[in-house]
């Protein structure tokens, strides 16, 4: 699994992110986000319907950018949370 691209999709593009989408987790692969949700396990279910897991990035964009921390999800997919 190597996510080096969504990580530098969400970091080249995460001003114009927390704009739209703060308090929410995104869903990124292939440089494009794929869906917007609520809460994790919605955002893993819903996109590991169409792509395998470890394809996509599920990031939570904190609306205080101070509290931004990474941390490895049990499935093995980049989560943020603040």
Known sequence: ???????AF???????LRSKYAGKR?????N????????????MQETAKTLPRGSFMVKYIPE????EKIRLS???NIVAYG
């Open 64 to 67: 205080n950018p101070q509290k």
């Open 26 to 30: 995104v869903v990124i692969a292939s």
């Open 10 to 16: 969400y970091e080249a593009n995460k001003v114009e």
């Open 32 to 43: 494009k986000i794929l869906g917007v949700y609520d809460s994790d396990r919605e955002a």
């Open 1 to 7: 699994m190597n996510l080096e691209k969504e990580q």
């Open 74 to 76: 049990p499935v093995g």
